[in-house]
């Protein structure tokens, strides 16, 4: 069964930074896509990143490319975000997400059949 519990979320002020991660039971990382969403209150999901296990490929949403690093860990089983020069408007709940095989949108929640239950991000004074 497939299972990903996402970790690591909490208050941290502006200009602040967070690693999230996320770890993954039940399939192993080879050829299985890890997405990082997140969505705000009265927002939809939005896609942060994307690692693709078979290539390596990345993807990152233009709002936060440059503050934002995903990376898998040397456990095969943990995938990780790193971030950066937080900002108020980077508070949402995140969570992670997978799919097997190639995405087509890494941006687009419908494409992972797999979710975690989130952690909550809140960047705050």
């Known amino acids: 069964q497939v299972q990903l519990v996402e970790s690591g979320g909490g208050l941290v002020q502006p200009g602040g930074s967070l690693r999230l991660s996320c770890a993954v039971s039940?399939?192993?990382?080879?050829?299985?896509?890890i997405g990082w969403f997140r969505q705000a209150p009265g927002k939809e999901r939005e896609g942060v990143s994307c690692v693709s296990s078979s290539d390596g490929s990345t993807y990152y949403a233009d709002s936060v490319k440059g503050r934002f690093t995903i990376s898998s860990g040397n456990a095969k089983n943990m995938v990780y975000l790193q971030m950066n020069s937080l900002k108020p408007e980077d508070t949402a709940v995140y969570y992670c997400a997978a799919e097997y095989g190639w995405i087509r949108d890494p941006s687009r929640a419908a494409e992972f059949g797999s979710w975690g239950q989130g952690t909550q991000v809140t960047v705050s004074s």
């Open positions: 039940g399939f192993t990382l080879d050829y299985y896509a």
